[in-house]
């Protein structure tokens, strides 16, 4: 039987495990952590609407549902022309044919970023935003600040949502606790116009929900440094923060730099549409670590790398048996998201036909966690996968 070895746990390395053992194969998932993280719905744990707990998925229980090998160990580096992967503890994999990598992405480094948490970030950063803004609370005031930062070199590895997302709950927690006037939040980010993948439209009402919620904006200015105290930018001004939120743009994943395989300018594994990669058969890069392909508008996001993971388990299975049929991502590639409130959502589409945001006040809250169930619940095999989802 073939034997195919997943680097990475996340959103795309699962559901290419999950999918490749649909297929038959003998397949090994690699994990630094021992928990599938549901980033999308970690926005609620700085409020403390949820815990890391609930918002993680054991590796093993999912190894066990679906039957692959599991092994917890960091990957320390790749060889990609030896197929050769070196862990943590010293082992070295280099018996499996075919390998898919879905490491993610790191973030690009700024000055004083240590002052800072993200969302985005290692799961521990959204616990730990959570106890500095309980901290806040028990102060009764203070000065919030949260934002994003840009990437020249690649678009799509800019994540801006969630950063909206944490605002506006913590907006809507202190609201609930009647405290909100004795804070001070803005939002801040380098570019005119952030947001401005979710088209048009949606600019014009994320201003009006800015206005709404008396949240504060500071935009088109490079941001040159943070501080334990508040953010410089370029323009000679300062924001005065006690707590800073920052999720700095997406880079390569530090581990591909090394391993031979062609990276784009900001890092990224360059693949074709079947997600495979020129000169390296065998290989596979899928979800954040690869670099998308597509219009200017595209995002990294994670349905799409769950598309790249089904294709990938797909094209494999198809190789194998030798039969010349494989699936290309490029028709699944849209923007889609609840961007959640804590009292409401907006449903958030973009595709080359231009971008869509309808409001769903109340329901679209409890749709949001509705998916968080469904995630955990669906991928442990529980209860059925609806198609496309
Ligand atoms: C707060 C937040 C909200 C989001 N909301 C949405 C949304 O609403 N809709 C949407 O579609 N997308 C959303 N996204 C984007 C989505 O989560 C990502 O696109 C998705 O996680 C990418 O999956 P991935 O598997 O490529 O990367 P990841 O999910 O980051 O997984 C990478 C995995 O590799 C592991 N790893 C890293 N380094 C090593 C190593 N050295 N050795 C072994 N393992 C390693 C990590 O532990 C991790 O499990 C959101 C992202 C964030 C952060």
Redesign the pocket.
Known sequence: MSKVLV????????EAAIYLKKQELDVTL????DY??I??T??WIPTGEATKEDVSVPLDKLAFAHGFELIV????SFEAKEKKVILQSGRVLDEYEYIVV????DKIQMKGMEHTLS??GKPEEATELYKRLDALVLKDSGKIAMGFGGNPKDSSAV?G??AF?VLFNVHTFLKRKGIRDNFELTFFAPMEKPGQKMGDKALVMMDKMFGMTNIKKKVGSKITSFEADGINFEDGTKIESDLTMF?SAGTG?S?LIESGLPLSDAGFVVTNEYNEIEGFEGIYA????ASLMGPEWRA??????EVMAKNVAYNIAMKVQNIDSKYSYMEHLNI????DTGDGAAFVYRSNKGGKMIPMPIVGHWMKKGWGWYCRNSKLGKIPRIPGM
């Open positions: 680097l990475g746990g996340g959103f795309a390395g699962v690699v994990s630094d952590r599938f993280y980033y999308p970690s926005i160990d960091p990957v320390t879905a490491l993610g992405q969302i985005c994540r949502g969630p997302e999720i994943h581990i899928i979800g954040d670590s990294k996001q994670g349905h799409v790398a889609l998201c609840v961007m």
